[in-house]
């Protein structure tokens, strides 16, 4: 019976893949994605209701993001002689800037769903874009010219060229996407091929980003399990969430019944 139960509430959703009569079943438990509810109405009553919850969710992603940029800034501000700046401070700088201007928009905005990939998008070039490494590349200039200043040992020069705050940031970032914000998962699907394809296009190029080929490459594939694994996870909370929608608007009607069921009955009894 539960399992009737359990298979009969996803005759609603519509899910990719739908599979086979037989393997069917089997995507459906392993949590297909989302696209739509079999009822259009219902469709569009569930995307008014996502809308106002996406944008009360990037409100405050955007505040929290603000506060943490400003900081990070901060501590990276006390490493530049901002009385001679070269090339590549001030590309790193912009690069920074670039990531506040996102994050007030996110507070300021009423951004559409359709444009909420794109924004994360845009701010993973960003973060892309704020290691030392790339800086001096955009600028043509080597990095230990450019950011020299801050060598004192060995371990210095290891520190321009590592991606490891870098692939922190994007693991962030991933999370913040998939998780937090209730962006649709049908919509956020071109995102899990093009986070990866970012790192690569903004890595290959430049020869002092952390490593050889072969290790941008490693680097680039757990980003794309990252964002698999982020999917994943959408796609079981938007089911879930479609699901508690279904069963709400099921015990609404089943309330409306009652209540019509007892006015026949009292109006017979008089």
């Not at 800037?97 to 845009?122: D, F, K, N, W």
């Not at 600028?139 to 692939?167: H, K, N, P, Q, R």
Request: contains cysteine.
């Amino acid at each position: 019976e539960v399992s009737g139960g359990y298979d009969q509430l996803f005759e609603g959703i519509v899910l990719w893949p739908r599979g086979t009569s037989c393997c069917g079943r089997f995507f459906k438990r392993l949590g297909g994605i989302p696209l739509r509810f079999v009822d259009p109405k219902k469709e569009i009553v569930f995307r008014q209701q996502q809308r106002q919850h996406l944008t009360n969710a990037m409100g405050r992603v955007g505040r929290v993001a603000l506060v943490a940029h400003l900081l990070a800034v901060l501590a990276d501000l006390s490493t530049f002689d901002l009385t001679d700046l070269n090339q590549a401070n001030v590309t790193y700088l912009s690069c920074l800037s670039i990531m506040a201007i996102l994050s007030v928009m996110q507070i300021v905005m009423t951004i559409p769903e359709a444009c909420v990939p794109i924004l994360y998008t845009l701010a993973a070039m960003a973060i892309m874009l704020t290691t030392r490494s790339r800086a001096a590349f955009l600028a043509g200039m080597d990095v230990v010219e450019a950011f020299g200043s801050e060598l004192s040992t060995a371990m210095g020069l290891c520190s321009l060229s590592s991606d490891a705050i870098l692939i922190g940031n994007f693991a962030c970032l991933i999370v913040v996407y998939f998780v937090v914000l209730p962006a649709r998962a049908a919509v956020s699907l071109w995102c899990v091929p093009f986070f990866p394809m970012t790192y690569l296009a903004l890595s290959v190029p430049t020869p002092q980003a952390d490593g050889n080929i072969a290790r941008k490459l490693n680097l680039s594939f757990r980003i794309l399990i990252c964002a698999m694994v982020g999917l994943l996870g959408r796609c079981w909370i938007e089911i879930g969430e479609r699901a508690s929608f279904l069963r709400l608007d099921q015990v609404h009607k089943d309330l409306t019944k009652e209540k019509v069921l007892r006015a026949v009955a009292e109006h017979e009894i008089e």
